[in-house]
């Protein structure tokens, strides 16, 4: 590796040190206080419309994950976080490549940063994904509450009451964040509106949008939020159905896409000198590389083929 290349390396890797060093420093927090405060002046002075006294959902993608996660409070600390796990992956990729193949630096800098950002955002994701899971279960115990309340006569606003009262979380917070935003006089449709983006399960929309309709044509609705639990209460009898009889499938691909990797795992360990001239070898390791990244997205295949949405 030339001068220039490694030149480039260093500064890279400096700049990424500064990076991490400055986001983790006692005043980021400042930071991020004095630019909100700064901000909310400006819009103060600035908006001639009426001012709401209601905080508006952030809509990008990041702040969708974390509202389903249930860690929407902390959301600029997340941010902060997700960038420098993204710096801290591109100089650690960046390292391990300048020890074995000093001309993939580089490459492996911008390949951290790509893992990095995703990693961190596919690890929220997997946190909002059991959220949801668990508030999907408990939706049918929780509609079956709804109906009792219905039924005898009571308001909206008093369902919400009972079910912040009575509910397990993570579905207890919900209804006592919308409790408190129909107590402070926010309309009703709104905040099943951002009780549908934070719970963003199909059974949660499907009771939204019946409720709306209720309201719009009229009719029972303590009864058609009875059929919509003892729809979600069949959808689950027919998802584990599914799974039972997926499950050889599952293990299948789980074994077919495991299988080469245990192959090279025990070549290597009962003769090793048969596998390491060609782990040695710079290209062998690009087409190594290359047929693991194609392996993964077979076995990915095969384990969609056999997972059914239901």
């Known amino acids: 590796m030339d001068t220039v290349g490694i030149s480039i390396f260093v500064t890279i890797l400096l700049l990424g040190v500064v990076a991490v060093i400055a986001a983790r420093r006692p005043w980021a927090d400042d930071l991020i206080r004095l630019d909100k405060h700064k901000k909310a002046m400006r819009s103060k002075y600035h908006e001639e419309d009426e001012v709401s006294i209601f905080l508006t959902q952030r809509t990008n993608y990041l702040a969708q994950k974390l509202a389903q996660a249930g860690l929407e409070a902390k959301y600029d600390q997340m941010k902060v976080q997700w960038i420098g796990a993204t710096i801290v992956s591109g100089i650690i990729f960046a390292v391990i490549a300048y020890m074995n193949m000093p001309e993939l630096a580089v490459l492996g800098f911008i390949f951290g940063l790509v893992l990095g950002a995703g990693g961190f955002v596919g690890y929220i994701g997997h946190l909002a994904h059991l959220r949801q899971q668990k508030v999907t279960e408990q939706l049918p115990q929780v509609l079956e509450t709804m109906v009792s309340s219905l039924r005898a006569g009571s308001p909206v606003i008093e369902v919400f009451k009972v079910l912040a009262e009575t509910a397990v979380d993570p579905i207890r917070s919900e209804f006592k964040r919308g409790l408190v935003s129909l107590q402070l006089g926010k309309p009703f449709r709104e905040v099943m509106g951002e009780m549908a983006v934070r719970i963003h399960t199909p059974d949660f929309r499907l009771l939204t949008a019946a409720i709306f309709i209720s309201q719009d044509v009229g009719g029972n609705l303590a ?88």
């Open 223 to 310: 009864e058609v939020v009875a059929t919509i639990a003892e729809a979600i209460r069949e959808r689950f009898k027919l998802r584990d159905y599914m799974n039972a009889l997926t499950a050889q499938g599952k293990m299948t691909a789980l074994f077919i896409g495991s299988l080469p990797y245990g192959i090279t795992f025990l070549t290597y360990l009962i003769s090793p000198g048969y596998i390491v001239p060609f782990l040695n070898h710079p290209i062998a390791r690009i087409v190594l590389f290359a047929l693991i990244i194609w392996e993964s997205i077979g076995a990915w295949i095969l384990i969609k083929m056999t997972t059914f949405d239901v």
